[in-house]
């Protein structure tokens, strides 16, 4: 127990990577603890990484992009199988893998493979095969992420019966799948089956899904699913959960309705991963999902523990981690020089189609009395949309009917996490509608959707307002 570290950080998740690779910059010591073999935390094995990939497998493969203009019936594979989309995910964890390694040793970033356990307020204990280490360190930032919730109701086996950790050790395409919770992995999920010609089965026990996005938006969502033939059952908790002898399985919903499908996809939640840490030995409390209370910097009740990431609950994204990760290790070193505003973070949901969205909804603006006007684009008006086949997305912008300001921007369709991000830099610099008029975008670009929206939005407010 010889070297002092400045900074022990615990988790190689997107959270510990920023925080450790930023201290690492200010010429501080820094040491990495992760309990996995690899490094990229749940991001990287589980998670994003691989859901993603797998959408982009399907996409492809299905053809589902190019059935309007070739047919329903057009796909590049004739029959795919989970051995098709495992192929392309592995590749990438790998490379992402090999990418993140590198960036941590360049950093010179010590890396330690074991289990940490706090022993006091500035002594970890790091245990592996080989034993137990002790190191000492002057500030320690906790990012070791979530795993799936589970229930002693739902029997996960890994065959039948799966949580997300394990869609790709599905030997076989199942014929119909069942898929418990419509949060965003159950509905993303939910997606790339019904693409592949599953026929799923998705019960959520609130009465809409996504309750966080613009209620236009997930109308929309909702008329795709209901295309792709999903069965929706909103208002609908699954109590039990059931392998039967045929080794089909069966969920019972607490209205005591049954449903029967092939497999199922368990996806109610997520749980912080506290339990190996020994909160106790520094008096830090988690909640019941797990979740380290903490302050603005991300500062739990010790003033030299910090805690950033999945484990601090909402929003749980591998993008708002990072910045977590990155203001906490700031913090650490006094460094407040760092600011981030989470109104301008934007989200992400790689449903088929893609929403994107950043901002206010309709639903909160009428909440809070703001008079608020939109302008809408549909992609099937833009020459890109027809050229990509895309003749359903739509773009909305919401702005201020007598300041013009955008104060939301809303997107379901082809590129719509992509395209965010210009309505994201827009509002960020606290631009207006007036900016999309009087600018010229390429042509023919999914782009000029902000430009037709933001006419069709002037056009709806009175010029005497
Ligand atoms: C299916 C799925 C899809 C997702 N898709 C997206 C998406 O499209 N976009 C997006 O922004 N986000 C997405 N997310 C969320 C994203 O993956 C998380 O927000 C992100 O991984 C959180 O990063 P983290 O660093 O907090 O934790 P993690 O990535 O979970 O990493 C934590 C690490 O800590 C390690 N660890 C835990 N306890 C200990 C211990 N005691 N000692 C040592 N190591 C420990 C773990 O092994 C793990 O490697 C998705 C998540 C899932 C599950
Ligand atoms: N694209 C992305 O950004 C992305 C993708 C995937 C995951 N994530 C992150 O991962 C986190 C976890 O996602 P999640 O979808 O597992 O959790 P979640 O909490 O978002 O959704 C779980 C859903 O399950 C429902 N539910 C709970 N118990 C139920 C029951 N017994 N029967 C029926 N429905 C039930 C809940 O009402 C809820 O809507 C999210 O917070 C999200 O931020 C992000």
Known sequence: MSTVYDLLVIGSGPAGQRAAIYA???????????????????????????????????????????????GMNYRVKERITMADLAF?????????????????????IEMLTGVASFVDPTHVKVTNSKGSTFYEAKNILIATGTKPASSPKVPINGTSIINSDLVLDLVNLPKT??????????????????????????????????????????????????????????????????????GTVVATLESKKKVQGDALLYAVGRQGNVVELNLAAVGVEADSRGRIP??????????????????IGFPSLASVSMEQGRIASARAFGDETIISNPSFYPYGIYTIP???????????????????????????????GQIRGDTTGRLKLIFHRTTHLILGVHIIGEGA?????????????GGKLDYFVETVFNYPTLAECYKVAAFNGLNRVSKYE
């Open 88 to 108: 392309r995910v592995q590749h990438v964890i790998k490379t992402e893998i090999d990418v993140t390694e590198a960036q941590l040793s360049r950093n010179n």
């Open 417 to 429: 996490s992509e395209l965010l991000h210009i309505g994201q830099a827009v509002m960020a610099l």
């Open 354 to 384: 893609e929403i994107s969205f950043i901002g206010k909804t309709e639903e909160q603006l009428t909440e809070e009395d703001v008079p608020y006007e939109v302008g809408v684009a549909y992609y099937r008006e833009i020459a890109r």
């Open 24 to 70: 690492s910059k200010l010429g501080k010591k820094v040491a990495l603890v992760e309990m996995r073999e690899v490094v990229g935390g749940a991001c990287i094995s589980t998670g994003t990484i691989p859901s993603k990939t797998m959408r982009e497998a399907v996409l492809h493969l299905s053809g589902y992009n190019y059935k309007s203009i070739y």
């Open 294 to 311: 903490v302050d603005k910097d991300f500062r739990t009740k010790v003033p030299n523990i910090f805690a950033v990431g999945d484990v």
């Open 177 to 246: 799948l069942i898929v418990v919770g419509g949060g965003v992995i159950g509905v993303e999920y939910c997606c790339m089956f019904a693409a592949l010609g599953v026929r799923v089965t998705l019960i959520e026990r609130r009465p809409r899904l996504l309750e966080f996005a613009d209620q236009e938006i997930i109308e929309a969502l909702s008329y795709h699913l209901r295309d792709s033939r999903v069965t929706m059952r909103l208002n609908e908790g699954v109590d039990t959960v059931e392998e039967m002898p045929d």
